[in-house]
């Protein structure tokens, strides 16, 4: 595809219910990211991985938040049991090369899913 | 801990006016890079410009440049000739293993 997509772009939960959400990174990008951004708040990071390896999930807020992305494309970011200060834009990015260090492979922004939780 | 802080949240200004945005950030590594972002309110986040910390020259894009003070840590964005379509949230972000964002500077371009 053309760029990163995510779905839903909207998704209402009940406090409690499970959610996931989608991310189609662009074709060949082996760096996948996911980053929580609250209202008025700047994206934070949640979780990175090379291909289908999860090498980094320091940011992930709890126990309820779990990330997959098991063939090296598509990844999924699934939340149990929501809670409202869940309630969030989601978003994913990918990039061509690994991460770390430097060179800076660019960093390409899907256009997020907000999710509310009531 | 690496850290960006941006401590203007709302700023406006008139078209084809020249604005400055500033950011000052912390690390201890040597070689990193500085990003300014750009989020309409379509929430596609989309790198306006970027600075390497081991380049002295200030980073250019057309309208949008960079005043980068490695010593101070300091990575001002300016707009030049600003336009109604720069009309969004502006992110000033660091990366070194991880992009490091601000939490952002809203910017009104009034017509």
């Known amino acids: 595809g053309a760029g990163v997509s995510q779905s839903p772009r909207y998704k209402v939960a009940k406090r409690g219910q499970d959610v996931a959400l989608r991310c189609d990174p662009i074709?060949?990008?082996?760096?996948l990211f996911w980053y929580q951004q609250a209202l008025g708040q700047g994206p934070e990071f949640l979780t990175y991985?090379?291909?289908?390896?999860?090498?980094?999930k320091s940011g992930l807020p709890s126990d309820r938040f779990f990330a997959e992305r098991p063939e090296g494309s598509v990844s999924t970011l699934k939340i149990q049991r929501t809670q409202q200060e869940d309630s969030a834009v989601y978003l994913c990015?990918?990039?061509?090369?690994?991460?770390?260090?430097?060179?800076?492979?660019?960093?390409?922004f899907g256009p997020g899913t907000r999710l509310t939780v009531l | 801990a690496q850290t960006v802080t941006q401590s203007q949240p709302e700023m406006s200004v008139q078209e084809a006016e020249t604005v400055t945005l500033s950011c000052t950030y912390d690390?201890?590594?040597?070689?990193?890079?500085l990003f300014w972002y750009k989020q309409p309110p379509s929430r596609q986040m989309i790198l306006v410009i970027r600075?390497?910390?081991?380049?002295?020259q200030n980073a250019t894009e057309n309208r949008f440049s960079v005043n980068f003070q490695k010593a101070a840590k300091s990575f001002s964005l300016k707009i030049s000739d600003s336009q109604l379509g720069d009309t969004a949230m502006y992110f000033c972000?660091?990366?070194?293993?991880?992009?490091?964002f601000g939490k952002g500077t809203r910017l009104h371009i009034l017509p």
């Open positions: 990015a990918s990039s061509l090369a690994v991460a770390g260090g430097v060179p800076y492979n660019e960093q390409f």
């Open positions: 690390t201890s590594e040597s070689n990193y890079y």
């Open positions: 972000a660091l990366f070194y293993d991880k992009i490091i």
């Open positions: 074709s060949g990008h082996v760096s």
């Open positions: 991985f090379q291909n289908e390896a999860q090498l980094d």
């Open positions: 600075q390497e910390a081991y380049k002295q």
